[in-house]
């Protein structure tokens, strides 16, 4: 009986944890993309899925030899809930 307190113990706490990543990333036109980070609920907050959606954004830009400018960010889902989703679109533009 004590193992299986202690699995549901570990069940539990793995599905409030969640999971979280960053998408690919979209063009919408010539210098402006989208990403979306998710996740599958759990204690995930919408800041963190944006952060992860926004350092993909950097990262791409620099392998471009560009910087990320934010334009927009659309959250949807619910906490705990239902998955989540922010989805960041950006622009990459010249260095200066």
Known sequence: MKGGKLLLAVVMVGALAGC??????VPLS????MV?????????????????ALAKARAYCAGINERMVFVS??????PT???MESDVTFRCVPNR
């Open 20 to 25: 979280a990543s960053a998408g690919a990333i």
């Open 30 to 33: 010539r210098d402006t993309y």
């Open 36 to 52: 979306e980070g998710s996740g599958g609920g759990g204690l995930r907050t919408f800041s963190h899925l944006e952060s992860l």
């Open 73 to 78: 960010v659309h959250d949807t889902g619910a």
């Open 81 to 83: 809930w239902t998955p």
